[in-house]
Nanobody
Framework: VQLQASGGGMVRAGGSLGLSCAAA????????MGWFRQAPGKEREFVAT????????DYADSVKGRFTISRDSAKNTVYLQMNSLKPEDTAVYFC?????????????????WGQGTLVTVSS
């Protein structure tokens, strides 16, 4: 399973940024997809996840109400729309795929990972 994240960049606090994760054909519709992030000197943490159908989502408390995960199975792409960004959102963002049946926020449940894209939020 190949995943390619893109869309990172630099934005001022309060701004918005959208990330995309392109996957091999069939991946998005057959796996749970998630976004994680890793800030400098910190562990990689869960951000958002979405079911195969796109009907259910889950978010880390720190991003609820600000971030939205979505998927387009026809384009084999998962998105993360980030609004009201804060300096503490600065991190490398990774998309990942899990073959678990139910939504999961656990890093170890995701077997496939993209290369990461850097998001920098300035104050």
């Amino acid at each position: 399973v190949q995943l390619q994240a893109s869309g990172g960049g630099m934005v001022r606090a309060g701004g918005s940024l959208g990330l995309s994760c392109a996957a091999a054909r069939g991946t998005v519709s057959s796996t749970i997809m998630g976004w994680f992030r890793q800030a400098p000197g910190k562990e990689r943490e869960f951000v958002a996840t979405i079911t195969r159908s796109g009907g259910s989502t889950d978010y880390a408390d720190s991003v609820k109400g600000r971030f939205t995960i979505s998927r387009d199975s026809a384009k084999n792409t998962v998105y993360l729309q980030m609004n009201s960004l804060k300096p503490e959102d600065t991190a490398v963002y990774f998309c990942a795929a899990s073959t678990k049946v139910l939504l999961t926020t656990l890093r170890q449940d995701y077997a496939y990972w993209g290369q990461g894209t850097l998001v920098t939020v300035s104050s």
